[in-house]
């Protein structure tokens, strides 16, 4: 497999901050290091303008004993009196992580430093934390401040998104870009001619075994990508700084979900990684941001990815991943819900005509680029109701897909599929996850999904006939995903999500299938796969989305559309419903400001209104309402020039010039620390606690999961009762405990099961998938008749099977299974 590229590390993972005592030029100093402290930069921050940001930086790379001597000199040159003892001239104020960015309100300038971290994930050696904590530092001296008495309220609205709660970043890895475009980056033809020279700088610190040989130094690739702004939150923070400083300053975060499992397969280890990227254009809160805006984007849009990785192998370049995207957000159209009725469901209305469907042509032209044709869209809103609601939205959508659809060729047309899930969630005779797994199958066969490895052999001696019929693209390198899923419903929260989770469950076998660990692309709900660990996720994912859009978690999770919810979920679906309603009258509108104020979409100036006193902020998320557009967007040709010619590819994926210009390409000496993900990833350097790595943190499905009883399969395939899960047995134990209890039990761990357990499990597995579609429910539960005495040697096993007859009575039917003697 050839892979031209690697993802450069920023040489920037720990910050220094430092301020001179100097009273006469008083100056801020960061220093940057990469993590073994070899590489070092400085960036000078000027104290002394009132309003403007003055930063220097020289762009060197300084070894350890370089910039020691450097801050020595500012140490000695800032004190007080020339040779005095006891005095400090260059004091350090606080360690940091990253830069979140720069940000003016009515007076100077504010730096804000990420001081705490945590790791939540890791994708093919590449690090993803989590903003734990934050410092917003004032930069402009005291002795030049110029004070407003409204600067303290602006800092307290940006303050109110909190930093710390679902904001992400990695030092190597592109968040804002799917695997699938970062994999297709660094497999994607090399020019030399468009490179940057041998960077030099890290051979004094490497070592290279050829270097005395004779042979030459061997060269490898460094790639900068250019992120999507669409979802990365701080990039108007970073905008004033972008073009000053060296690229290894900015950290991109996007804001959303991110986490991570480990799925154990008889032993083989492969993370599970749900990543949601929340778009910062038109965001904002439940019921004040509703609809599209003038430029295409919608509200609490959403592009969720679920990456499958065989973590025996961790290299991104060397191991086998997949990953299948999908993506929620409001119905692109012109409407809202006025909040001022203070009623639980405000009506819908449609504030605008669009007759040519202009809004939902931008939004699909944006979709078509970054995910290639075709583009599904499930629309899950209600169709009949005693009063006109969420029927008014379905009846402006469809004509407009039907519009925007007789301009593009058939076979790159857009999809509509409208399903009234609440209708059928009332009803009895239906089962809505039947349907929805229906839909999700045909679904993943339309687009595909992506793997980075060609069909192994063990698909050609175990064939699946639903495995040819895979939509997506084959390349000599694996597949790509071709299209996305578009879900919605009014709010995009708790019938979404179960929908995403059920195509997720149908696309997670086949992407097990794709990387050879399972045999046939089909899970079953009620294993540690599926109805814990994946499951578990998916509702961390839905909370998460919902919290930060609706002001409180689901309502109604998988369990409920499966009807097996406990009896005790109905009241926290109550409480759950207040707790959205209350947010929504009474600290939304705050929560709004706040995101404004954050993303900079709304820049506070002396000469304008205050935030607080704007009656609205329609006219500051739809620009072209104060200015005239210069080029009227065509109703016909309505998607972007050239984009018909790499359908049904992306056309952000395209090798073409425009998405060149966008990636910064370096040769690099093949042992620079730069590159070495190793390094970056393990920190030889640095003395760790084994009970205290992420490996051992991270949720484990063998650990969490699994049963102890001995005698059970352990295949996290294996359909279970509810209580034979390992949480009855750790549940209250704390993550720790758990990691030694673990350790201690793995002794006394169960055996492999026997050749005739083997078999008699794998017909019930065949028995249960004939009957999945019927209304009795079948389990089979291995059990012991009498206690066996220590002069016994004989074990006898039975099965008891429990079926429901039609006379509503429990018959019991004893089956010998084996007779073992020891």
């Known amino acids: 497999y050839n892979y031209f590229f690697l993802f450069i590390i920023s040489t920037i993972l720990h910050l220094f901050y430092y301020f001179t005592n100097c009273i006469f030029f008083p100056r801020y100093f960061l220093v940057g290091s990469n993590n073994a402290q070899t590489k070092h930069r400085v960036l000078k921050i000027d104290r002394t303008e009132p309003r403007d940001l003055v930063i220097i930086d020289d762009k060197h790379v300084y070894s350890q004993q370089e910039v020691r001597e450097l801050l020595g000199r500012l140490d000695l040159g800032n004190r007080t009196k020339i040779g005095q003892k006891g005095s400090s001239g260059l004091s350090r104020a606080v360690s940091a992580y990253g830069i979140v960015g720069f940000v003016r309100f009515l007076e100077g300038y504010y730096i804000v430093l ?13 690090s993803i934390y989590k903003i734990e904590d934050t ?9 030049v ?5 409204d600067e303290a309220r602006y800092v307290r609205i940006f ?3 909190d930093l710390s709660s679902n904001f992400y970043f990695s030092y190597s890895y592109d968040l804002s870009h799917s695997l699938q475009y970062n994999m297709t980056l660094l497999q994607m033809p090399c020019d030399a001619g468009e490179s940057e020279e041998l960077n030099t700088s890290g051979r004094q610190d490497s070592f290279d075994i050829f270097e005395e040989e004779g042979i030459p130094t061997q060269v490898v690739h460094g790639l900068i990508n250019e992120p999507y702004a669409k979802y990365v939150w ?27 499992s480990k799925l154990l397969i008889y032993g083989r280890p492969v993370h599970v990684t749900l990543i949601a990227r929340r778009s910062s254009r038109f965001a904002g809160t439940r019921f004040l941001k509703r609809g599209a805006n003038c430029e295409g984007d919608v509200a609490n849009e959403v592009e969720t990815e679920q990456i499958i990785h065989d973590a025996s192998v961790m290299s991104l370049t060397a191991g086998s991943f997949s990953s299948c995207v999908q993506v929620r957000g409001s119905v692109p159209l012109y409407w809202s819900q006025d909040i001022s009725t203070m009623m639980p469901k405000p009506p819908i209305r449609l504030d605008q005509a669009d007759p040519y469907a202009h809004v939902a042509a931008l939004h699909f032209d944006q979709m078509l680029q970054r995910f290639g044709s075709p583009i599904i869209i499930l629309n899950l809103v209600k169709k009949r109701e005693k009063r006109k609601h969420e029927k008014i939205l379905s009846e402006e959508f469809y004509p407009a897909i039907t519009n925007l659809n007789q301009f593009l060729p058939p076979e790159h047309g857009i999809e509509y599929i409208a399903w009234d899930m609440a209708r059928y969630t009332k009803s009895k005779l239906c089962n809505v996850l039947d349907r929805l797994s229906m839909i999700a199958e045909n679904v993943v066969k339309r687009t595909g999904f992506f793997v980075n490895r060609p069909d192994f052999y063990c698909h050609t001696l175990r064939p699946d006939e639903r495995w040819g019929d895979l939509g997506g693209k084959v390349t000599p390198n694996g597949r790509i995903q071709t299209g996305v899923l578009r879900t919605n419903c009014v709010d995009c929260l708790d019938r979404t999500n179960t929908a995403q989770f059920m195509v997720g469950k149908c696309a997670l076998a086949y992407q097990l299938y794709a990387l050879g660990m399972i045999d046939k692309p089909k899970l079953q709900f009620d294993t540690d796969c599926v109805s814990r660990l994946f499951e578990e996720l998916y509702e961390d994912h839905g909370d998460t989305l919902s919290l930060q859009y609706g002001g409180s978690q689901l309502v109604h999770r998988v369990k409920t559309y499966r009807k097996i919810a406990p009896w005790t979920q109905h009241s926290k679906d109550i409480m759950q419903t207040l707790s959205r309603y209350y947010s929504n009258a009474f600290s939304d509108a705050d929560r709004q400001d706040a995101i404004n104020l954050f993303l900079q979409v709304f820049q506070p100036s002396e000469s304008k209104p205050h935030l607080w006193e704007l009656p609205t902020d329609f006219y500051l998320h739809h620009s072209d309402t104060m200015v ?15 984009l018909l010619t790499f359908l049904p590819s992306p056309y ?6 425009k998405n060149r210009r966008k990636v910064a390409v370096k040769r690099m000496n093949r042992f620079d620390e730069s590159i070495d993900i190793y390094t970056e990833f393990f920190k030889p350097y640095e003395l760790t606690s084994f009970d205290d790595t992420f490996s051992i943190a991270m949720t484990n499905s063998s650990r969490e999961f699994m049963p102890k009883t001995v005698g059970l399969d352990p295949s996290p395939f294996t359909v279970r009762k509810p209580d034979e899960s390992a949480k009855s047995v750790l549940g209250s134990k704390s993550s720790k405990e758990e990691a030694v209890l673990q350790r201690k039990t793995a002794a006394s761990a169960p055996p492999p099961p026997s050749e005739e357990q083997i078999s008699s499990s794998s017909e019930d597995d065949s028995e249960e998938e004939r009957e999945e579609d019927g209304t009795a429910s079948q389990r089979s539960t291995p059990i012991r008749l009498t206690e066996p005495s220590d002069s016994s040697r004989l074990h006898e096993v039975f099965t008891i099977k429990h079926a429901l007859t ?6 019991y039917v004893i089956v010998k299974v084996s007779q073992i003697q020891s």
């Open 114 to 126: 990420i001081t705490k971290r945590r790791r939540m994930a890791d994708i093919g050696g590449h």
């Open 135 to 143: 410092n917003m530092i004032y930069i402009p001296n005291d002795s």
């Open 145 to 149: 401040r110029v004070t407003h008495p």
């Open 806 to 811: 039609p006379a509503t009575s429990m018959q």
């Open 652 to 657: 952000d994926e395209a090798q073409c010039e």
């Open 159 to 161: 303050q109110n998104v």
């Open 234 to 260: 701080n990039v108007r923070l970073l905008e004033k700084v972008k073009d000053i400083v060296h690229p290894d300053w900015l950290l991109y975060i996007i804001h959303g979900f991110c986490g991570q």
């Open 628 to 642: 005239l557009p210069h080029q009227q967007h065509s109703y016909t040709h309505w998607w972007t020039d050239g």
